[in-house]
């Protein structure tokens, strides 16, 4: 099979790799549409801790075959990526927080992703989708997760006002579930005006560029004390801080973007926690019990009924034997983007 491979930092490959064999309660997918996640991109700009590996976890395609103890059934069936692999022995998994697990694996940074042609993963990892979801559609349902997990984990509830720092993939995620959820208010801030524009139409109530604007002193305005809750999206400490300033007293915020590991944030972002009594919360993946979880099950509800724009989300579509190139161009920033799908077979997903 056909796979791009990252060989080392800054190092993808397109070759020739032996097509897998599915094991005991495995499954072979013949991988139709998969889209490229920023921690891909850090991956290949920063490296990573294993070499060689296929990158990949939002993907979707077909079951082309089944391993010893798996339904035969299942051959054909269109299906999605679940990427985390769960002990389900642990405390942390009886308990149900499957992203805490003591000995997790994830399909695409700790073992082979959908990068390929083909992919084999365990039979609980595959999300079986209605026979008419689009494939491009079907790879995104992992990054919707992530934003409606940022929601429960914000306790947000219908008629609450909120602020989305940051109009890439997992913010417009967040501004549509907002949406679909009921805020009163959606405020989405960025500093591209074509991501804006994107939220707009995605839900969003207002939109404000960060490099025009102050934009606590304007959320001020707009809502009198700030939101209920905030969504950091973004992953910068500059946003972090607006957050903390934009949010209600005994709001909540919600880191969803990776900060910077090299950055640092002053101390005042601590008396500033507690003179408003703010709850600080992070993100990590997006499970729930039963797994996967509702966020999964929610996702293809809402692909399905329309209120999730899943073709709104993407912006390139390029053969998977381009994926060298893309990431090239991404890192040094050379290409603009929301969703890249990388279609393996070098055609339409659905072709």
Known sequence: MKAAILE???????????????GPGNVLLRVKATSICGSDILRFAKGHRLYPLILGHECAGIIESVGEGVSDELVGRRAA????????????CERGLYSACRSYS???????????EFLELPARNALLVPDDMPFEHAALIEPSTVARHILDLGDFRAGQSALVLGAGSIGLMTVQWLRILGASQIICTDLVEENLQAARELGAHVTLNARDVDVPG????????????????????????QAVHA???????????????????????????MRRELRLMGCFMSYSAPFPGHEWTESVEKIQ????????????????????????????????????ILLPDGRQADA
């Open 8 to 22: 080392d930092k800054g190092r993808l490959t397109y070759r020739d790799l032996p097509a897998p064999v599915p």
């Open 81 to 92: 990526l679940i990427p985390l692999i769960p002990c389900f022995q642990c405390d942390q």
């Open 106 to 116: 994830f399909i695409g940074s700790r073992q082979h992703g959908g990068f390929a």
């Open 218 to 241: 304007e959320v001020l305005k707009l809502t009198g004390d700030g939101v209920d809750l905030a969504v950091e999206a973004a992953g910068a400490p500059q946003t972090l801080m």
């Open 247 to 273: 949010t209600r007293p005994r709001g909540t915020i919600v880191c969803g973007g990776n900060q910077p590991l090299d950055a640092s944030l002053p101390m005042t972002l601590i008396e500033d926690l």
């Open 305 to 340: 009924s329309g209120e999730l724009n899943m073709q709104a989300m993407i912006s390139h579509r390029c053969p998977l034997s381009d994926a060298p190139r893309v990431f090239a161009d991404i890192a040094a920033h050379r290409l603009a983007h929301r969703k890249i």
